[in-house]
């Protein structure tokens, strides 16, 4: 609590000249001293200035008082995020490049204006293109590879191990905001820039990774992003935050979230469960449960089922059919397997590139999958 009232008070004293104006109206609003002290830093003027673009640095980091973690970022020079960039003609060794790589940098690395636009987010402790999580089970690779074996999209594997593999788990949480802004900071620049269009990029993220592109989507607007995937969201340092906080529909034109190890209502964070389980986006799918029922199924799994059957050359061609109900227990009961309203969970471009599958509509709409032989992680 002390380094907070520091932190508030050092902001203060750097800011006193444009918040004097407000601090008789703040004191008579507000009784409770962190009330006050959020309310002053909202006064703070705001730069957004091309190159700093960055909340912690130039409004109070917005949301930080209000934030679950109580600790403050990682500064970007410290995190050593890497924009990986793979193309048709350049599949297996990536293009490096960083967040203030400037427009003419990504064309001389190969990116294509005309190509819609990946991006591949991975969770807490892992990186590109292997890490504590993911060695057994490369998926970031996988998902790339199965993106260009079916489209001539860029992809951009966004590596931010550093950031994400901190000691304890909480400091990744908070250092998600500013992972996300770079990235938000990127697409605002090529499409500025470039002309490429926010609505033909799709951000793609895991665990943590899935905040991440929220957080990215939130600092892209007129136009913005055209679609957020979201694969078993993080739940611990995200549960009961208000939607500035996390994944939220609304950070892209269509969001849709595949939830596999979520902790169920009341439940014990990492103990009971990896993910999020209340519904976070446009469309929500369940892997064998809901948000009162532990969902039986591995965190990491979330991303298999987007890419296993394309990815795996002994696959039967049978891919995942989730289906609409409106609770878990009328799907277990059989009264929503009609194939009426159904969705495939694999990341088939054919059909999630075409905005015509895309449900838009602000309330959140539930689908459901059951399988077999499923161990808990």
């Known amino acids: 609590m002390l380094r907070i009232v520091t932190l508030y008070t050092f902001i203060l004293i750097c800011n006193s000249q444009s918040l004097s104006n407000g601090v008789n109206e703040v004191a008579n609003s507000f009784v409770d001293l962190s009330s006050a002290l959020h309310a002053l830093l909202n006064k703070v003027p705001v730069n957004r200035k091309y190159d700093y673009c960055f909340g912690n640095y130039t409004n109070g980091f917005n949301g930080f008082i209000n934030h679950m973690t109580g600790l403050l970022p990682m500064s970007p020079n410290q995190m ?19 967040y203030l790589s400037q427009p003419n940098e990504w064309t001389a690395a190969g990116f294509n204006i005309s190509a819609r636009t990946k991006f591949i ?26 993106i260009l074996n079916n489209s001539c999209a860029n992809v951009v594997a966004i590596d931010w191990y550093k950031p994400a593999s901190t000691s304890y788990l909480i400091q990744s949480v908070s250092n998600t905001k500013i992972v996300g802004q770079m990235i938000g900071c990127v697409i605002n620049r090529l499409s500025a820039n470039l002309g490429v269009d926010p609505q033909d990029i799709h951000l793609i993220g895991h665990s943590l990774g899935s905040h991440v592109v929220g957080f990215a989507g939130k600092h892209v607007t007129n136009p913005n992003v055209g679609h957020i995937t979201a ?20 950070d892209a034109s ?44 591995n965190h990491i799994r979330s ?7 394309q990815s795996d050359p002994q696959s039967t061609g049978c891919q995942p ?28 471009l054919n059909y999630w590139d075409n905005k015509s599958n895309w449900d838009t509509t602000d309330t959140n709409n539930k689908y459901y999958i059951n399988t077999g032989n499923v161990l808990e992680p």
């Open 231 to 250: 694969t078993d969201p993080a739940g611990p340092g995200f549960i009961g935050q208000p939607p500035h906080n996390r994944l939220a529909v609304g």
């Open 321 to 348: 059919i989730a289906y609409k109900c409106d609770s878990y227990d009328n799907f277990l009961r059989g009264l929503c397997a009609d194939g009426s309203d159904s969705l495939p969970m694999e990341l088939d």
């Open 80 to 98: 050593d995020v890497k924009f990986l960039l793979f193309t048709c003609n350049n599949r297996d060794n990536s293009q490096n490049l960083t």
């Open 121 to 146: 987010v991975h969770g807490w402790l892992e990186k590109y293109p292997g890490g504590i999580q993911s060695d057994w089970y490369n998926w970031m690779e996988q998902m790339k590879n199965v």
């Open 254 to 297: 269509f969001v849709s979230v595949i939830h596999t190890n979520g902790i169920p209502i009341n439940g014990l964070p990492v103990i009971q469960g990896q993910g999020y389980s209340e519904a976070l986006g446009n469309i929500d799918a369940y892997v064998n449960g809901d948000v009162k029922k532990k969902i039986l199924c």
């Open 303 to 309: 991303n298999y089922y987007a890419i296993t059957d």
